[in-house]
């Protein structure tokens, strides 16, 4: 099967993955939902409020040495088997330029569209409409990631209460149908800034188009073609020449040049050389392979002391990543003291109050409870078990006291450390969390 085939393959599954994938809950959680309206992050069917995203750090180190990693194993193979970039211009250009409104060769890219014949000024004008009208389901797809489905047709029901939102699809559309049809390679090569670290990151063993000069004999020489001119490839020199392989290429380089920042891996110049040498019993004379397989007929070596690196480090940023999103939030608890330092009482009883604020995380109902953890010194004074929904938050006082006497200091008040517990009855062993709190003795004077 030819690259083009495996690679479209590819997309497809990418696409219908990026369809499904906000339709997809765990306990009514998203896989992947940024909500600013809910202010709430969903990762792999955990939520996250946006105060504790704590994940976030490791997901992006996975993200940035994972970016790393597979650009020095696989070179740019995101960029040829998985950027929407990629993905959309072989719609356009290929798909609907090409086969629909056959307005060009698919496999002669460099070849320009005569637009003095009216015929094909309809046929643009048809591609770019058709085109439009896929991105809008394009724009409404990616809105799915911060606008879950679930909420986006019950607000498009309304769709004068909600502007901003048809706004940012139809803005969103219209920059797709600029970049995809106006923009096109160019923005590979010019904006888009990946191209400009990879060949830091390439060595002998990263995976790439590349031509084999050992068969087919050098085309360059010091950046200068010299095929046509005084040199002539020797006989044993395998490259006919056909240009098939830069013809087809879609950002109009010639592989045969060697590693260009250019190249987006689209190894349709792999396909267009296995077509042309294959009809001559041979094989091809560019290949996706490594500088060691192709040129110097060692090995690839995956496990090389930087990739091991790479896995070490992506592994380390995978296990900590799970285990900071299992640490699950039941509930948030967040303790003020009152502007109020101490009440001293009848009888030299001393009480400090706290301001709770609670709110439950959980998708049902608990009952929370305090209790005072390992000092007989205090009691919790005022403080009555409650019962709180999921997904609510509440206020409620705390006032703690202290019936001992403890003849602290003379000069100053102290503050001495409490330790509480909040549980929910229904699950105290998961169900909890522990905080210090400060509590205020006052100094000795201060009593009667
Ligand atoms: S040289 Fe051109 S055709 Fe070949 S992989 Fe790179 S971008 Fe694609
Ligand atoms: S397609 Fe193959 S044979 Fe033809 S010019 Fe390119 S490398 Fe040479």
């Not at 798909?95 to 409104?101: M, N, P, Q, R, T």
């Not at 879950?148 to 803005?171: A, G, L, Q, S």
Request: one cysteine or more; a positive charge; charged letters at 25%.
């Amino acid at each position: 099967m030819s690259y083009a085939k495996k690679r479209y393959l590819n997309f497809f599954a990418i696409t219908v993955f990026t369809l499904v994938l906000p339709f997809i809950t765990i306990n009514g959680n998203h896989m992947l939902l940024l909500s600013f309206d809910r202010m709430e992050f969903h990762f792999v069917g955990f939520a996250f409020e946006m105060q504790e995203l704590y994940i976030m750090p490791f997901l992006l180190m996975i993200l940035f040495i994972g970016i790393f990693a597979t650009t020095a194993i696989g070179g740019r193979v995101w960029c040829g088997w998985a950027c929407p970039q990629t993905i959309f211009r072989v719609i356009y250009r290929d798909l609907i330029e090409g086969k629909i409104f056959n307005l060009r060769r698919v496999k002669n890219k460099q070849k320009k569209v005569d637009y003095t014949k009216t015929e094909n000024k309809i046929k643009k004008v048809f591609s770019i409409t058709l085109f439009g009208m896929l991105c809008l389901i394009i724009a409404t797809n990616f809105m799915w990631y911060f606008v879950p489905p679930e909420d986006f047709f019950r607000y498009m029901k309304e769709p004068d209460e909600h502007v901003f939102m048809v706004m940012f699809i139809v803005t969103v559309a219209l920059f797709l149908v600029y970049d995809i049809v106006f923009t096109k390679e160019h923005f590979c090569t010019y904006v888009c800034p990946y191209s400009r670290i990879q060949s830091v990151l390439y060595d002998d063993n990263t995976i790439q188009a590349i031509y084999d000069t050992n068969r087919g004999g050098n085309i360059y020489e010091n950046g200068e073609k010299t095929i046509f001119k005084a040199k002539q490839l020797q006989e044993h020199e395998e490259c006919t020449a056909c240009e098939a392989c830069v013809k087809i290429c879609p950002t109009g380089i010639d592989i045969r040049k060697g590693l260009q920042v250019e190249c987006i891996n689209c190894l349709e110049c792999v396909d267009a050389c296995t077509d042309v040498m294959g009809k001559l019993g041979k094989k091809t004379l560019v290949h996706w392979g490594s500088t060691n397989e192709v040129l110097k007929d060692k090995k690839t070596e995956f496990f090389s002391m930087r990739n091991i690196m790479y896995y070490v480090a992506i592994a380390i940023c995978f296990v900590l990543l799970v285990v900071s999103a299992s640490k699950k939030e039941y509930f948030l608890l967040n303790v003020n003291k009152t502007t109020k330092l101490y009440d001293i009482k009848q009888n030299n009883h001393v009480t400090n109050n706290y301001l709770l604020t609670i709110q439950n995380r959980d998708k049902k109902a608990y009952t929370f409870d305090i209790k005072i953890v390992d000092n007989e010194n205090f009691k919790i004074k005022r403080f009555k078990p409650f019962k709180l929904n999921a997904d609510r938050r509440v206020k409620k006082v705390l006032i703690l006291e202290t019936k001992k006497r403890l003849f602290l200091s003379d000069k100053k008040d102290t503050p001495l450390e409490v330790k509480i517990i909040m549980f929910a009855k229904e699950n105290p062993k998961e169900v909890f969390k522990e905080q210090t709190l400060s509590f205020i003795y006052p100094r000795n004077d201060s009593f009667k």
